[in-house]
């Protein structure tokens, strides 16, 4: 999917891998300062990075049918839905437990916010191949070898 000849997915992943790696670190600053502006702009960011990771993750899977084209990329694809979905669902729920409680001590949506974190490397991982072994995601998508 391209708007004026430019892929989107490439141009809105990086708003939710932003935001979904910030809260660890603004945990960490809540947990030592106790200052609750780190425990807001952990819940902002996860929210924000969920509404750009829906819109990222419809414009990967709109770019699908080019799968058929080269099919030993089926498995690196599969395996970057795979851990980004899976980061979407560690955001989710990190999002919605700390919606649900008052700022406190280290709890489980501290824990599901680094496991977003590291999800979320190994599916950007497996996309970085996508792009660079594959060419998905380029602009000129007449070229289906990998990169030399």
């Given at each position: 999917?391209?708007?004026?000849?430019?892929?989107?997915?490439?141009?809105?992943?990086?708003?939710?891998?932003?935001?979904?790696?910030?809260?660890?670190?603004?945990?960490?600053?809540?947990?030592?300062?106790?200052?609750?502006?780190?425990?807001?702009?952990?819940?902002?960011?996860?929210?924000?990075?969920?509404?750009?990771?829906?819109?990222?993750?419809?414009?990967?899977?709109?770019?699908?049918?080019?799968?058929?084209?080269?099919?030993?990329?089926?498995?690196?694809?599969?395996?970057?839905?795979?851990?980004?979905?899976?980061?979407?669902g560690a955001a989710a729920a990190s999002?919605?437990?700390?919606?649900?409680?008052?700022?406190?001590?280290?709890?489980?949506?501290?824990?599901?916010?680094?496991?977003?974190?590291?999800?979320?490397v190994c599916g950007a991982y497996f996309?970085?191949?996508?792009?660079?072994?594959?060419?998905?995601?380029?602009?000129?998508?007449?070229?289906?070898?990998?990169?030399?």
């Amino acid at each position: 999917m391209k708007i004026f000849g430019h892929p989107i997915h490439p141009a809105l992943v990086h708003f939710p891998i932003a935001c979904w790696s910030l809260p660890v670190f603004c945990d960490a600053a809540f947990l030592s300062t106790r200052d609750v502006f780190w425990a807001h702009a952990a819940i902002w960011l996860l929210g924000v990075g969920l509404v750009f990771g829906t819109l990222a993750a419809t414009a990967g899977f709109l770019e699908l049918g080019k799968l058929k084209a080269i099919p030993e990329a089926e498995l690196v694809f599969s395996m970057h839905a795979i851990a980004m979905l899976a980061a979407f669902g560690a955001a989710a729920a990190s999002f919605l437990g700390r919606l649900e409680q008052t700022p406190s001590n280290f709890s489980w949506p501290h824990i599901a916010s680094a496991v977003c974190l590291l999800l979320m490397v190994c599916g950007a991982y497996f996309g970085g191949e996508l792009v660079y072994k594959f060419g998905f995601g380029q602009c000129d998508q007449n070229k289906h070898s990998p990169a030399s």
